[in-house]
């Protein structure tokens, strides 16, 4: 709760006082303030299983709307470290004033609410203080029309996706009579137990899925995501494929598979289906992008596949899994849309081509790159395997052919993922042009690196703070 | 254990201080302290092996070792630890693996002098090691998976080390995806075992195997998964056209890797699961039979190659083929044996073959070459040994362990021993005529190749000539019961404890017809040499241009288009479909989405369509979505 106060206070703080500071200053302020978020979420990580029986941390939160477990203070602390590296990564050379500082915060205290709710309210007004701050962030772009096509589909697209999602709610209140994770989890149980199926809950789960499925840009609702991705600046889009998405994919865990994992015979199929689409959905629409930038929205897209068999495993291996890959798929995801976005230089062209003589060019940054593409495609030793593993193990005995479908799915991802090599390796006309790399953004790649090998050689070190 | 960490984490430190500041010192230094790194694991595994030794204290020989690092993953309740282990037949790869890798890394210190990236060809090679001895170590599914992946990425790495090449990155990229499509069968069957056995640890799946609580359509689906895996890494059709162009890489890669070592992963694989592969009869029967058309098609296109290499790496698959077929009658131990003797003469006669073109200034085909046995007479005498030891010339240690191969096999498939002995056939044939072709004759090449013709210097002779006598006395590992009592079938009783009942099962022919099948291979062995003898000394002849060839010598010069088949089936079909395809690029991974086969392309198709960029559209895909969800659930 103290680290959601820091953020949100300090959100404020930040929009205001950077009004007429240069824009370094609100920057370091940020930092400060993640930092501090940070080490509050950590001491809470350690203390939670001290401060009462259950785990629950509830002394500050009103009641039933809010919860401090381990799951949810872990997750928080991989979305608050996930703002860190994009912050780090994409603050120079841009133009990021107060304003767009300020409304990422307010983004992140949205997902601060998705990743800690226990109230379906307190959920959809994470989403909204998630999304609207989004809307802007997508359009931030002022003078591209691109930009600003991106901002008006995702808002229209977005609210629609509201909507079912509050039909949902209003479905599942008016069949369980309650808003709260804990009794909608009773009420639930208790009806299968008696072997009812309400068709007025069991709609409300439905739509709740696909407001869900929405957010995490799953078949048949990912439309959106390429489109939105490609037009958004490229601090947005990262911005959108690694924070949002870990605060998406934590509501949706924790809704699905710790409310609802009773009745997962009611919904699990239907999830599964979208997620296997999901999957080969993505990668194969991926092969034929000649834009780099549009082959990572698709290659988003199927990673969203991937990381929905969580949702369907049992919780605690669910829960690991989910945790490994979304450490996995953030550290590689932000130091190649880095690469992306210093390649492609002033003009918003994301082609291959852009790549060509990277090789030349930087030696750390070929490693970069090239961990950084094994990771995204599964290859051992690598961040990626750690997570496709915990993953495709945990649904193995369950869903089989879903494991078949993903399995087909990576290996096809192989290709898109290595083609970038060809150009960044084996092409003879370099037209890139070196730029200069600050200590800050050395330190947050040479991060993201170190976590992407760290975890690939010894994913176990996640779950030592169990 | 310890001994176990330092022989794994040796090659490793090779590695990292040859790619981190093998930069900046001389080349010597660089190469002498990785080879040296290579030594240390050598020693060390020596020593593993003479622990295993039975002696007076344990007549039934020492325990196998096992050291736990440390716990890898650990996912709900399934634990995968970071172990390693050592048992007789991990000891045995290790032997091999570090011996010939320490040999071939001083081969290389000469025959890489003075290229540009000496470090970096330095480091890929302890790295591979590292990943090789990963891959045999490894005390559980998930270790070896880690190896085998990492010895495919050093094998990418190390065939397109010559990047500025095209062609090159082409072959490394083929060799890649290739090997990647079997690891998927790797992986399907890995993920099969966990859902059965709920462990990936060798002994708990064996176990499981053993008491019977595993089905057998199971077993049968684990082990053919485990198979297609071995398919891509050890070159069986229809998996095995990268190795050919892998020889793109340099010589001593080709030796080490592409021989001597990864190739032989899936054979090793095998042999480690030999207790699920005996209770699987139909994968053994598929095991059997793929090897035996991959040696003999490999065979019949080693005839008529011209590029020295080229000839080699058919032979390569070719032999592979025969490793399979033993392991597809049960005949582990003599799969076993040819894998050591096959690594030794291999080698050899790559590092040969390198230092023939190494003498010629990177000329490769034997057409150019002729009359080399006076100038380079170290070679020509290792190479002939190695000649003579793959095409079965008696008490050479080819002879020994095709001859137990075929043995076995005769008394189980007598039509499968008469198809292996005709690949025997072709194999001496196009050896003997490499062999004389290079080495006998006249010389062929240009005036400037003939002044600069010359022996290699030492650092590369010296490994010939340890390989050599290796080869000749390779033999003596598994000497059949007919010569000798004592000391008979060595190799078969060390692997015995890892082996088990499998061994025990297998019939051996009697005496009198073990002679038999002895005196055809050699009377094989002797027709081959006449048939070479006759026409290229006799009667000088040198192997025609492409051109003139007709019929099947065209075909066998070729490769019998499996190629362009691939091409054509693959590659094409769905390259019309792919229109916005970057048509360069799509060459292999066009190949690779053929196998996801037709249906998905024509989706792929239909997404371009889907995805139209109007907002319209898209909400009403997502409605339709939603109907969808809730009218089939609902009213099911």
Known sequence: ?466 | MGMLFVILLSPLIGFLFSGIIGKYLPEKITGWISSLSILVSFIFSLQVFLDLMPNVAEPAGGPAFEAIGFTFLSVGDVFVDFAIQADRLTSLMMLVITGIGFLIHLYSISYMHGDKGFYKFFAYLNLFVFNMLVLVMGSNFLMLFFGWEGVGLCSYLLIGFWYRNAEYGKAARKAFIMNRIGDLGLLVGLFLVISSCKSLNYSDVFAAAKSGSLSTEMVTAICISFFIGAMGKSAQIPLYTWLPDAMAGPTPVSALIHAATMVTAGVYLVVRCNVLFEMAPAAQQLILWIGLSTSILAALIGLKQNDIKKVLAYSTVSQLGLMFIALGVGAYSAAMFHLITHAFFKALLFLGSGSVIHGMGGEQDIRKMGGLKSYMPVTYYTFLIGTLAISGMPLFSGFFSKDEILATVFTQQPVVWFLAVVSALITGVYMFRVFLVTFMGGFRGTETQKHHLHESPALITVPLIILAILSLVGGLLNLPELFTHDHAQWLKHWLSPVLGNAQDALHHPSHSTEWMLMGIAVSVFIAAFLYTRNKYISHASVPEEDAEMTGAAKWSAHKFYVDELYDKVFVRSTERLGSTMDKADGGIFAGLMGWVSSGISYMSGLFSKVQNGRIQYYLLYMVIGVILMLVINIFK
Request: one cysteine or more.
């Open chain 1, 1 to 466: 709760m103290t680290s959601l106060l820091i953020l949100f206070l300090g959100a404020i703080v930040v929009l205001y006082y950077g009004i007429n500071k240069p824009e370094g200053k609100s920057l370091l302020m940020t930092v400060i303030l993640l930092l501090a978020a940070l080490s509050s979420l950590v001491y809470d990580l350690l203390t939670v299983k001290n401060r009462n029986v259950l785990g629950w941390l509830t002394e500050y939160v009103p009641e039933n709307m809010l919860i401090w477990n381990f799951n949810s203070i872990a997750f928080s602390i991989v979305l608050v470290l996930a703002f860190l590296l994009v912050l780090g990564l994409f603050s120079r050379n841009n133009y990021i004033g107060a304003d767009l500082l300020g409304l990422m915060l307010f983004s992140v205290c949205g997902g601060m609410l998705m990743t800690s709710f226990s109230n379906l309210i307190m959920l959809f007004l994470g989403i909204e203080c998630l999304s609207i701050p989004l809307y802007v962030l997508a359009g931030s772009k002022k003078s591209d029309l691109a930009s600003n096509e991106s901002a008006v589909k995702y808002f229209l697209m977005g609210a629609f996706s509201t909507a079912i999602f509050l039909m949902g709610c209003a479905f599942l209140y008016g069949g369980t009579g309650s808003l709260e994770l804990e009794s909608i989890s009773r009420a639930t149980s208790m009806i299968t137990h008696l072997g009812i199926k309400s068709n007025l809950i069991f709609s409300g789960i439905i739509l709740l899925m696909a407001g869900m499925l929405f957010k995490i840009s799953a078949f048949p609702f990912h439309f959106w995501s390429p489109d939105v991705y490609d037009g958004s600046p490229n601090r947005t889009t990262v911005f959108m494929a690694t924070v949002v998405k870990i605060a998406a994919f934590a509501a949706f865990y924790r809704l699905f598979n710790e409310g609802l994992g009773d009745v997962k015979n009611w919904w699990g199929v239907t999830l599964a289906v979208s997620a296997g689409a999901t999957i080969l959905f993505g990668n194969i629409a991926a092969i034929r992008q000649s834009s780099f930038k549009r082959m990572l929205a698709y290659s988003s897209v199927a990673h969203a596949g991937y990381m929905l068999m969580a949702i369907l495993a049992l919780p605690q291996n669910g829960f690991w899994a989910l945790l490994v890959y979304l450490i996995a798929y953030t550290s590689s995801a932000v130091s190649v849309f880095y690469l992306l976005d210093r390649t492609s230089g002033e003009n918003s062209n994301f082609s291959f081509d852009n790549f060509n003589g990277l090789g030349k060019q930087s030696k750390w940054l070929s490693l970069i790159l090239i961990v950084s593409m094994f990771s995204m495609a599964g290859i051992p030793m690598t961040a990626g395997f750690a997570g496709k593993y915990g993953l495709f193990s945990s649904i193995i005995t369950s869903y089989p052919w879903l494991l078949y479908a993903a399995l087909i799915g990576s290996a096809i991802s192989i290709a898109y993922y290595f083609r970038v090599f060809k150009h960044a390796f084996f092409s003879e006309d370099g037209t890139l042009v070196a730029w200069k790399i600050g200590t800050m953004e050395w330190i947050f790649l040479a991060l993201s690196l170190t976590i992407t090998l760290l975890v690939g050689c010894w994913p176990a070190v996640i779950t030592l703070c169990k």
